[in-house]
């Protein structure tokens, strides 16, 4: 193997440092960024307020972060690691949290029921428990070997023991380093610090890596609400009648998503409005706009002849289709602009948002690894940063109208916290759903656990209560159609679930203030937040299951975190009972505001939603009759009401408002600061806890 | 993307072609070919004495076989593709066996329940059903992209469908070309072809392929028998104990395999025996021996330093260590050098063989990819060759002391048909175990379902019947110490499926001979010798299950040939009942000699092994008597009986003996030809079926 080359660490804001390795540093620029596609500007101001952090690898027993470069052929960065460090993040993952000992080959792909590295989220990026983040930033493929690879130059072996003549043999050995290698010459390390004093360093350090990326969003008001995607057979008359449907059954809606069949041709895809099917597609949107509900339109970028991009964007293209279209090369700068003044015009006409499909991958329809493209990227780069640039491309779009999109998408990378998206796919896991809902925090996303179909009463409502407290309250019913009230016998049910989620709004909306202020996520796991939930299962030989002895950590999976106060804790389908933990601390039940144990296990009715308000806290509910209803949780605490427009970029330039209450004892205090923006609620109520 | 050079391809056998891409011809030899690390000499004498084949890729509407070079950096290499083909290989598959518009990043790994181009055999090989194979001779990785990836520039592009508006859309785009990509800039492209008028294409293909590849071989008698592996802290008394057992509860044993414990290390490895727990393993061994019992040693190649292997082989090691253990460079010839007089030494005290462990990876503790050696070879070519190259290691060893071994492995690759190994892991799925036993012969292999453990009597007797229809019979206690008459129920049942297969044992090693003389996989799915099988599976739109509304091809995947004459049809362990299909033609129940329809469904009781005999063959028995009898099934036909001394190489020099059949009418005459070797039978029996 090459010379090994200590890293030169540089501080570049408050607990950040940046290392580049570059073998060539002629080519630089784009191509040894992955993030450079697509990354907003570092929330500089922000960063710079925060306290100065040790930089972690000092003192390593190990030694000091190294690289070794093989010129452009490749590259492989060795990390210092301790003994005790537990390591999370490489990529969206569904099933376990912990990433100890694993090794990934990351890469841009569905997710096929195994956390193998074939993510949606290939992030080359992870958090340690010691406080600490690690970003590599190339948009190369990256393998990982998170402490499994012991080198023979190891200052602390481990040590050889017998595995049948002596106790003690593990087959884990741990290394010092976790080793990183990509087939490139150069990339920038990026190193993220929590304060020595953080009592979250996981939660504190990614905070820090989310505001590098440009800080977290905070979505339109609209997002928040119940999102209905229709079949992609229906035509405009179809979505007058669905939103009339939602009406007459007295169920909120705010947005209607239309699949493929919007446009002249799918699969590949015009992008282009079909008159025939939707003749009066711009009186629609100002029709259900005038009902409150937004549009959403599914796209795919694999181009068809019958476009009027394809003349245009054709040049820009690769040498490989897929489902019959051209695919725009989002290397190259003209290609998205391209796209991009064709969004503008789709946004401008009344649009809200989009959802990407099928930019992640499934190799057997994607173009190829080997795929070539004119700006000289290849088939596997490009997928790595295909879903970050059609959102940066689109968000771009909306930003140049002065509002605010969400959407939905199948693909993102790292740095990509201020981009207004959350992931879906194809899975229809309900435990891996929630799991999902809180491990996208590691890598700064979201993760959206949609409804689909139920085969029981039971399983429809558990489905909406988990995706009513989830970035995006869904039913996606392009193929079967569905609607809310599938099974009458639970419509009132679901209605209430759907007026909960109204309700919590304020609350969520407070949330993502977090994740735009202060990076912090708004969906995450208890482990980032608190590392005593984790418990672990020791390694019993079996010759079927476990023939290696390995022992596992696990994390809490089946609960998150929302926002600084609530902990949600969703039933499972098949059941009626569940087990709730809670961290250390006072916690209260969100709805009869009694106060709970930290530990339990109860039944709960199928509208009954498991979520918990830390004591201390203030949560803002919105009151059936429009009220902002603040529950104060605790003998005593304080919170602050985050409000703007929900609909402008304001926020950005310090439009908003804040309602600061302090209560103790029963009693409470407010004070409001209009930053140019009045808070849009109405009366303002408070409602205690009872201990 | 590069300019495209036509492949230049030149014959080199009747139906074999061979093309070489090689973008840096200064460096050509071993680095740009994976076989040439481990391959056997072609059969010469047999190739040349086969008819000549047509070219398949004459002719094909899409154009000529190409590739496309980016110097060292990575090359495309383009095989015309027919919408009508079938395709098959890619390693070893365990779930479904046409590969069809699959895309696969092949590499040597673990299976880890998926058919995702991580296997033992990560063999770049894939057999057409227009009867042709192709090898793409490198010993990078290669994506394959069967065509699944449609070119902007194809001659004949699939058509524009509305997948909402039309009729007739597919998820599927079938392109002209399958397309192999690696990392590398030179390879050898091979092509092996059937004769015109062949009856089986792809078994014929293929077996043109195994011929070049060496041959397949066939192995010592003794590894026909039952195989019994030890739990890992047995000592030299128990495993007298358990030959004394064996011998006790009447039931045959052919092999005991010692796992780690043997040796003074493990996990680190020393290769050396413990003289503590084994005092007198030659003893030991010659006294087994006597009993007509064999040793096989289990072994991995992370090397310890207590090892007296350490101070030699350690200048030549990797980067990293596996397991605390150095790992042998076999690139290098210094290193190969030392292991095999290490072996020789072993084998030479009486070891029968050895079974390799974890030469196929699992990422978590293997080396890494990016992993140096002192050849020059990376972790991952490292990783491509390591089990073909011990293999061949060993065979040497045991050659040069002209006696056969026959092992286990973890990991093979292409070219490989004449080291004599079988394929293991650690999975247990009784379908996925039944399917590799078929599927193994798309890449050149073998595979053996071995029986570990069951919950119920009716699963055991189950496992023990598909091992005794497979390459090895055993039983692997290695953990539990599990014996056959586990379950004393059915202890009668499981010694008569023990007896069973000694009395198949000639069917066997006759089929083991068309594997070596005609390179004909002895177990092979019906597929590969008969297309009539497979029924396709229409693609229902399934919002959660088949959201692109898929189709599938489902080949027979839970029955096998065996040789020429047999098809095997295991019972699931958890049923009584199946559904028997067999090809065109007479088949007759090899207990009953009764003629069975060619599709019937019915019971089987635990001892009842549902095998059937083609009509026109003669199968070689043992009876209990140890008389050879010769079942005649059909009205005529005629067959040969192949037989050698079952331990030595002199089947290589001609040695062997030919009892020719011809029966007509429930009589039969025969010759027996004896060339250096008289049949080892004692009397000669002829049964008769009943039609």
Redesign the interface.
């Known amino acids: 193997?090459?010379e090994k080359t200590i890293l030169q660490f540089e501080r570049i804001f408050p607990g950040i440092w940046r290392a580049r390795v570059c073998a060539n540093t002629d080519t630089g620029g784009m191509g040894t960024s992955l993030t450079a596609f697509y990354k907003h500007e570092p929330r500089t101001e922000k960063l710079d307020s925060l306290p100065e952090a040790g930089f972690p690898f000092d003192g390593a027993p190990g030694g000091e972060a190294f690289c070794q470069s093989d010129g452009?052929?490749?590259t492989?960065i060795c990390l210092p690691l301790r003994l005790s460090e537990r390591l999370y993040g490489l990529g969206l993952n569904y099933q376990r949290l912990c990433v100890n000992?694993?090794?990934?080959?990351l890469r841009c792909d569905h997710y096929?029921?195994?956390d193998?590295g074939r993510t949606h989220i290939p992030a080359p990026f992870y958090v340690s428990d010691r406080g600490y983040a690690v970003l590599i930033d190339t948009p190369e493929p990256v393998?990982f070997?998170m402490g499994?690879?012991?080198?023979?130059?190891?200052v602390n072996?481990?040590?050889?023991?017998?595995?049948?003549?002596e106790k003690g043999?593990s087959?884990?050995?741990p290394a010092e380093y976790v080793?990183a290698?990509f087939?490139a010459g150069g990339c920038d390390v990026y190193v993220f610090a929590a304060s020595k004093d953080s009592k979250s360093p996981m939660r504190d350090a990614a905070a820090r890596y989310n505001l590098w990326s440009g800080g977290g969003f905070i979505p339109p008001k609209w997002g928040l609400g119940m999102w209905q995607r229709v079949s992609?057979?229906a035509d405009g008359e179809d979505v007058r009648a669905e939103a009339a449907a939602f009406e007459e059954h007295d169920m909120p809606l705010s947005v209607i998503g239309l699949?493929?069949?919007w446009q002249t041709?799918?699969?590949?895809s015009s992008l282009d409005w079909?008159e025939k099917?939707f003749p009066d597609h711009k009186s629609l949107m100002a029709e259900l706009a005038s009902k409150g509900i937004r549009l959403n339109l599914w796209e795919n970028f694999f181009i068809?002849?019958?476009s009027t991009l394809y003349d245009p964007v054709s040049p820009y293209?690769?040498?490989?289709?897929?489902?019959?279209g051209?695919v725009p090369d989002l290397g190259s700068p003209e290609a998205v602009e391209i796209l991009s003044r064709h969004h503008k015009k789709l946004a401008a006409e009344g649009v809200s948002g989009f959802k990407v499909d099928e930019c992640d991958g499934f190799?057997?329809?994607?173009?190829?690894?080997?795929?070539?493209f004119p700006s000289g990227l290849?088939g596997i780069t490009m997928r790595a940063i295909y879903g970050a640039v059609l959102q940066r491309m689109q968000d771009d779009a909306f930003r140049s109208l002065g509002r605010r999109t969400y959407g939905l998408v199948r693909a993102s990378n790292a740095g990509a916290a201020h981009l207004p998206y959350v992931i879906y796919n194809?899975c229809?896991s309900f435990p891996q759903f929630l799991t999902g809902t809180a491990s996208a925090a590691f890598c700064g996303a979201l993760w959206v656990p949609e409804v689909?179909?139920a085969s029981t009463p039971r399983e429809w409502a558990r489905r909406f209560a988990l995706s009513a407290l989830s970035p995006i309250l869904m039913l996606?019913?392009?193929?079967?159609g569905a609607k809310p009230w599938k099974f009458p016998e639970i419509e009132d049910t679901i209605r209430s679930i759907l007026r909960f989620r109204q309700s919590i709004a304020p609350a969520l909306y407070n949330a993502f203030r977090g994740w735009y202020e202060e990076g912090i996520p708004p969906f995450r796991p208890l482990c980032m937040d608190w590392a005593g939930g984790a418990s672990e299962k020791g390694g019993e030989?079996?010759?079927?299951e476990n023939?290696y002895s390995l022992g596992e950590l696990l994390d809490v999976t089946d609960e998150y975190l929302i926002g600084r106060d609530l902990l949600a804790a969703p039933v499972a389908p098949d059941s009626d009972t569940r087990r709730i933990i809670l961290p250390p601390g006072e916690w209260y039940d969100f709805f009869t505001m009694e106060r709970v144990e930290n530990s339990f296990t109860r039944e709960f009715a199928l509208d009954e939603i498991p979520l918990y308000v830390r004591g201390g806290a203030v949560v803002p509910t919105l009151g059936e009759d429009g009220a902002l209803v603040l529950r104060c949780c605790g003998r005593e605490g304080e919170g602050i009401i985050y409000d703007d427009d929900g609909e402008s970029f304001g926020y950005e330039r310090g439009e908003y408002s804040l309602i600061k209450v302090i209560f103790a004892d029963g009693r409470a205090d407010y004070t409001v600061e209009s930053h140019g923006y009045e808070p849009g609620y109405g009366d303002l109520r408070f409602v205690f806890s009872r201990d």
Chains 1, 2 share one sequence.
Not at 265 to 268: G, L, N, R
Not at 317 to 324: D, P, R, T
Not at 476 to 480: F, K
């Open positions: 193997m090459n452009d052929a490749g492989v000992y694993a090794a990934r080959q096929g029921g195994q193998n393998s070997y499994s690879s012991v080198r023979r130059d190891a072996p481990p040590p050889e023991i017998h595995r049948f003549r043999w087959a884990v050995t080793e290698s087939a992609g057979y699949e493929p069949g041709a799918a699969y590949p079909d099917h068809s002849e019958k293209c690769g040498s490989h289709k897929v489902w019959n051209i190799d057997g329809w994607l173009w190829p690894d080997h795929a070539s290849r194809d229809y689909r179909d996606n019913a392009w193929a079967s030989l079996d010759d079927t023939p």
